[in-house]
């Protein structure tokens, strides 16, 4: 489930495995022993999805400010 952090991960990849992390601890699937590297794993990939979608808004701003020049 985990990746290596120089793997190239995309937002949906993120997404997913957010969602998979988020169900597994729904239905108590995670031992005592694996709940803190899914926490820092989940932690992770927020920052990772919080830092896309600024650079997406930021783009996208840049690219609306142009076209009112």
Do not use: G, H, P
């Amino acid at each position: 489930m985990y990746r290596a952090k120089n793997t190239t991960l995309s937002y949906s990849d993120a997404i997913a495995e957010l969602e998979t992390i988020v169900n597994k601890l729904q239905n108590n699937e995670y031992e005592i022993d694996e709940l803190q590297k899914c926490t820092t794993r989940s932690l992770e990939l927020l920052k990772f999805c919080k830092s896309k979608l600024f650079e997406t808004d930021e783009a996208l701003q840049k690219i609306l400010a142009e076209l009112n020049d």
